[in-house]
């Protein structure tokens, strides 16, 4: 079989041989693309030497560089063999020695027994090596423990602590060399002895610790007082963290620390201090609730007042006192700002706070205000102080000033649901109990109910300014609801009152007119308050088109007028006193009773209960409501002619012309008195005076007196162009009354008069139509 050593197998031979032979067809293929490519052009062939030249040496350096790699590779297998050799041998060597050494081993073990009274004798003379070694130490214990609490007496506590740690320095050093000894033989016991003897020590460091501690917690009297003792207490706490520290580094090195260490006196002065300031500003409640209304007020006025003195001393005094490192005012400025914001959560959150046991509006107002003043300039943005408040959290977090808002809200929603109906039953019982009703400086009758409503609504939107901006506008929506609502009541109350009068004249007629007066006055002036209102606390920028502005636009614009239309109302409820004082009069205008021989009086009579009016309560109406109401009761007394002169069942037609002549001289001559009259009561200037429409009885009486049957067409048509709504039935029965037309000639006429002209329900002749319809 030895023939056959160092030839491959066939199973390895011809696929070795197969992929040899494509990779030299492959070389040969890509060598030929190559030289194609540089030789394509016949002017190529002039630079063959070149190109062989080229190629040889590349050929040359590759050879070389393949050399190389193949020599440095079997280097390094020869030194991997060669290492592989040396850590056999090591690893056989180990073997071998540890097999001795487990042997040797088996030979000792049996001489601890024998040796134990040996190892007790070693343990007592290191003991008595240390103590000897240390007895200097050790026999001045007792001396320094007194010199130190005879100095800690006189508080000298500089020098106490200097002796305090002499002790310490030789009690860690016994202790540390028992920590060395019992890595080889541990003794509990000495550490206990060691412990023991140095009991006074922990004390004495109790007693400084305390001392310390009493004068940082009373840092703000030292400061002012004192501050050298609150220098001497920083000093030993900065000289006990360099002992903390030097100990910690120790441990690390070599794994003792004393048993006391490290005292964190520094942490704990912090703790001293945060504590302090606690107190400060729980300690100055000195009332309740119970004790006092304005408990809450005055507490955070004396925090306020605490705030300015305590950092004034704190930037002035404590600054030199303190270790800069320290940052005092900053610290400090944390402390109080996070226990204050502690105090005012645990009074204001509604979990802590029992069933019965909420805060009232004064409290919330007062605790909301102050949030907002905290960082003002009265307290900590005092100029003065130069306070860094830019890292300061919310004083009060947004779920909790949430909450607390929502109690001034709803307390101000329930004394306006409260409020409201008082005021009006307040002011309907003055109606009834015939209380005189006041005049303004103006000279118009009022009562006291929309002042009370307006300073009630002023108060409370003044307090939610002051609160904010989101409060106040919330506060204003709740507002214009509750007004929606006053005005429900107030109508509702008009209403009652109107209807027992009308029942019952005689039981209040001498103030039923002065006080319809005076509420149409309340109302009118109702909306001009709450423009008011709008302009100093509505925030939302009206010049701004956007849904929101228009929204709030839109929702004034709609109280406005619903207080207009009340007013309005009360100056018709005033015409329906007139128009019944007049009924008798007004029912026969256009009949055969007002003309004729035998005729009333009607329009003089109609015009002198109105002066009557208009000279003793109507005067002391508001300008724009008086225009309103004339307006108004010129309309009526229209409809009341024109109810009988198109009234199928009137009793008046003329038989002849005189008859109808004289007829529309008396409606010429009662449309101009009538005119004139009103232009008087108004009291409007020229420029600004109204149209009354009692021309309307003119124009009827130029249909009336025309005497040309021919003409009587174009007199129907002007009067038709001038009020569009005239409708046929309305001209018909109107020529009718001429008394020399038949039915069908009127309506021939009307027809003809009306052809070809467009018909619309709008303008004044339909406004009064449709009083005529109320009236009917």
């Not at 009988?644 to 002849?656: E, M, Q």
Request: hydrophobic share 35%; glycine share 2%; proline share 3%.
């Amino acid at each position: 079989m030895d023939v056959f050593v160092g030839v491959p197998s066939p199973s390895t031979q011809i696929p070795e041989s197969n992929a040899l032979g494509d990779m030299r067809r492959e070389a040969e293929t890509n060598a030929l693309r190559i030289i194609q490519a540089k030789l394509e052009k016949p002017e190529n062939l002039e630079k063959l030497d070149q190109l062989r030249t080229a190629a040889a040496q590349r050929k040359r350096t590759l050879d070389e560089q393949l050399r190389t790699a193949v020599q440095s590779q079997l280097e390094s297998i020869k030194t991997g063999i060669e290492q592989l050799r040396i850590s056999f041998d090591n690893i056989k060597t180990v073997k071998r020695t540890m097999g001795e050494t487990d042997d040797k081993l088996q030979k000792i073990a049996p001489l601890q027994s024998k040796l134990e009274d040996l190892r007790i004798e070693a343990n007592s003379y290191r003991q008595l090596s240390l103590a000897q070694a240390n007895l200097d130490y050790i026999i001045k214990t007792p001396e320094n423990v007194k010199k130190a609490d005879d100095f800690m007496g006189q508080e000298k506590l500089l020098q106490a602590h200097q002796l305090i740690m002499e002790i310490e320095n030789s009690r860690n050093y016994l202790l540390f060399e028992l920590h060395k000894v019992q890595e080889k033989d541990s003794q509990p016991d000495d550490i206990q002895l060691i412990t023991t003897y140095f009991a006074d020590y922990e004390r004495l460091v109790t007693h400084l610790r305390q001392l310390i501690s009493s004068r940082i917690s009373r840092w703000y009297d030292c400061a002012i007082s004192a501050p050298e003792k609150l220098v001497t207490a920083l000093r030993l706490i900065e000289r006990e963290e360099q002992v903390d520290r030097f100990w910690m580094e120790k441990k690390e090195l070599t794994g003792f620390s004393p048993p006391d260490r490290p005292r964190q006196w520094k942490k704990h002065c912090f703790e001293l201090l945060r504590k302090s300031v606690k107190d400060r500003i729980e300690g100055n409640q000195l009332e309740t609730r119970e004790e006092h209304k304005y408990w809450l007020t005055r507490h955070l006025e004396m925090c306020r007042q605490i705030f300015l003195r305590d950092f004034r001393i704190i930037s002035k005094t404590c600054v030199r006192c303190f270790p800069k490192q320290y940052d005092i005012v900053n610290r400090f400025l944390d402390y109080y700002h996070n226990c204050l914001k502690e105090h005012l959560t645990e009074i204001c959150d509604p979990k802590r706070r029992t069933e019965g046991d909420t805060l009232t509006t004064a409290e919330v107002y007062t605790i909301v205000t102050f949030v907002r003043d905290y960082q003002g300039a009265e307290c900590l943005g005092n100029p003065e102080l130069k306070l860094d408040l830019s890292q300061l959290s919310p004083l009060l977090e947004k779920d909790i000033l949430a909450a607390v808002t929502d109690v001034f809200i709803n307390e101000r929603k329930q004394k306006f649901t409260e409020w409201i109906p008082n005021i009006i039953a307040s002011e309907v019982k003055d109606w009834y109990a015939l209380k005189e009703v006041e005049l303004t400086s103006e000279h118009y009758y009022a009562t006291t109910m929309p002042r009370m409503l307006i300073n009630m609504i002023i108060e409370t939107l003044d307090m939610a300014k002051q609160m904010s901006d989101e409060t106040c506008q919330l506060i204003l929506g709740m507002i214009l609801q509750k007004i929606n609502e006053f005005r429900d009541l107030y109508v509702n109350e008009i209403n009652n009152y109107a209807k027992r009068y009308f029942g019952d004249r005689q039981s209040f007629k001498e103030n039923f007119t002065k006080q319809m007066v005076a509420n149409a006055n309340n109302c009118e002036s109702i909306p001009n308050f709450v423009l008011i209102v709008r302009k100093k606390y509505d925030r939302d920028d009206l010049d701004d088109l956007s849904r929101s502005s228009q929204q709030q636009l839109d929702r004034y614009e709609s109280m406005g007028k619903k207080f207009e239309r009340t007013a309005e109302y009360c100056c018709e409820v005033i015409l329906q006193e007139i128009e019944v004082d007049t009924l008798k009069f007004l029912k026969i205008l256009f009949t055969r009773e007002w003309f004729g021989p035998t005729a009333k009086q009607c329009c003089g009579t109609i015009i002198e209960t109105t002066r009557d009016y208009w000279s003793t309560e109507l005067t002391h109406l508001k300008k724009p409501l008086l225009a309103y109401l004339f307006y108004t009761w010129h309309k009526r007394i229209l409809a009341h002619y024109l109810r009988n002169l198109f009234s199928r069942s009137t009793n008046i037609k003329f038989a002849t012309p005189a008859e109808r002549r004289v007829c529309a001289e008396q409606l010429r001559r009662e449309s101009s008195q009538l005119d004139k009259e009103f232009k008087i009561w108004d009291g409007a200037s020229a420029d600004n005076a109204t149209e009354y429409h009692f021309n309307i009885l003119c124009n009827i009486a130029d249909v009336l007196e025309q005497t040309d049957l021919d003409s009587i067409v174009l007199e129907i048509a002007t009067l038709a162009k001038k009020y569009p709504s005239l409708n046929m039935d309305q001209v018909t029965q109107l020529l009718l009354l001429r008394g020399d037309l038949t039915k069908q000639e009127a309506k021939d006429k009307a027809d003809a008069a009306l052809a070809n002209m467009p018909r619309v329900s709008q303008g004044i002749l339909s406004e009064i139509m449709e009083i005529v319809n109320q009236i009917n």
